[in-house]
T-cell receptor, first 116, second 112 residues
Framework: AQSVTQPDIHITVSEGASLELRCNYS??????LFWYVQSPGQGLQLLLKYFSGDTLVQGIKGFEAEFKRSQSSFNLRKPSVHWSDAAEYFC??????????????FGRGTQLTVWP | DTAVSQTPKYLVTQMGNDKSIKCEQNLGHDTMYWYKQDSKKFLKIMFS???????INETVPNRFSPKSPDKAHLNLHINSLELGDSAVYFCASTTGEKYGYTFGSGTRLTVV
């Protein structure tokens, strides 16, 4: 079965510091990969996605992520964190079934706290 | 605005009651989902509809019944509400997994 692992439940960084949130998946082929952000009381917003091409993808709000096939990883990075980045971050994996009959599998989330 | 909209945003009700949550998307997507997010933020898929046809039905109590009158709407009816049903319920839609999902802002259900 497919699985998505976010090893860090909670990360705390200072404002202005760099950030890396980890995500590993288990699936035999190359999946579709996503990072979502959920601010308190809000829905999930898509930050970025990868399904083919350049393994370094740029997203909104200054985030980027790198797909590493050899490590089955899709880590999210930001060079300088802002206080408004404090939120819950979810990694998700989608499986190509050649139709819309699939689903996304979500990791359990990483809560980011930003110190001023 | 193009979006996935859910109503109501908050729902407080007593055990044993029956309630419905509504979802509408104007994105032209063919597939819609219901997800449940528990108190630990874990997102669990409940149902998926593609063009009004049920295609995913996870292990969910049969007190939960989805209905899709057309491909732009997916409603969730819950009978005989229990304390354990308290959660945030998210509706989402997509035109295909490679594009990701667009989520609604959620319905926070509290059963007392």
């Amino acid at each position: 079965a497919q699985s998505v692992t976010q090893p860090d439940i909670h990360i705390t960084v200072s404002e202005g510091a760099s950030l890396e949130l980890r995500c590993n998946y288990s699936y035999g082929a190359t999946p579709y990969l996503f990072w979502y952000v959920q601010s308190p009381g809000q829905g999930l917003q898509l930050l970025l996605k990868y399904f083919s091409g350049d393994t370094l993808v740029q997203g909104i709000k200054g985030f980027e992520a790198e797909f590493k096939r050899s490590q089955s990883s899709f880590n999210l990075r930001k060079p300088s964190v802002h206080w408004s980045d404090a939120a819950e971050y979810f990694c998700a994996v989608g499986i190509d079934r050649g139709s819309t009959l699939g689903r996304l599998y979500f990791g359990r989330g990483t809560q980011l706290t930003v110190w001023p | 605005d193009t979006a996935v909209s859910q109503t109501p945003k908050y729902l407080v009700t007593q055990m044993g009651n029956d309630k419905s949550i509504k979802c509408e998307q104007n994105l032209g997507h063919d597939t819609m989902y219901w997800y449940k997010q528990d108190s630990k933020k874990f997102l669990k898929i409940m149902f998926s509809y593609n063009n009004k046809e049920l295609i995913i039905n996870e292990t969910v109590p049969n007190r939960f019944s989805p209905k899709s009158p057309d491909k732009a709407h997916l409603n969730l009816h819950i009978n005989s509400l229990e304390l354990g049903d308290s959660a945030v319920y998210f509706c989402a839609s997509t035109t295909g997994e490679k594009y990701g999902y667009t989520f609604g802002s959620g319905t926070r259900l509290t059963v007392v």
